[in-house]
């Protein structure tokens, strides 16, 4: 063999290998975006049950008006959030005044029984699931693009792939890290 032949295959074989890296990074990001707009999506129809829950205990529960302008408040920051960081701050935000309100539902057995209310709350919490499993997805998808800019030989074609470390979702619950106090 010829060492121009030699040459060219060498040459060929490190294409192809950067062409896989940076298509690899490519792909990894195009998950992270996916993967945020699947939150995005579980949060809006989050942020569509809202009224319907509101209005039925506001039937039950006329002088809880507190806790109704909280919720409301909390889903309008909810749906104007853009940046992950603001995203993820609004939800919290909105997670805790939705305790409120089923704090507020459960003083009121007729509110409980009601088939309205079970329906609506049955849907809530699916879809509570479904935003806590679209958190892990992204979360995911940002630990494996983050390991693969961060780790040799991908961090050399990061910049060339416009791919960058993406921040985590994390949501600021001082609610969620109390551990639960049991008494027998």
């Known amino acids: 063999m010829s060492k121009t032949l030699i040459f060219l295959i060498v040459v060929v074989v490190i294409g192809l290998f ?48 507190s806790t109704f302008e909280k919720v409301i408040s909390a889903r309008a920051k909810a749906t104007t959030a853009t940046t ?15 305790r409120g309100l089923l704090a507020v539902a459960e003083a009121y057995p007729d509110l409980k029984a ?16 479904k935003v806590s499993f679209a958190r892990q997805f992204y979360n995911d998808n940002v ?27 994390e949501i600021e619950d001082p609610q969620s890290r109390v551990a639960p106090t049991v008494k027998f």
Do not use: C, W
């Open 18 to 65: 950067v062409i896989s890296l940076y298509n690899r990074l490519v792909r990894l990001n195009v998950a992270v975006d996916e993967a945020f707009a699947q939150i995005e999506v579980q949060l809006k129809r989050r942020s569509d049950l809202i009224p319907n829950l509101v209005e039925t205990v506001k039937g039950y529960a006329t002088h809880e008006q």
């Open 84 to 98: 992950v960081a603001d995203v993820a701050a609004a939800d919290g935000m909105l997670t805790q005044a939705l």
């Open 114 to 129: 009601s088939a309205n209310f079970l329906a609506l709350q049955e849907e809530l919490s699916t879809t509570e699931n």
């Open 143 to 169: 630990r494996a693009l983050n390991t693969a800019i961060k780790t040799i030989p991908t961090s050399f074609f990061a910049s060339l792939a416009k791919a960058s470390t993406r921040e985590f979702y």
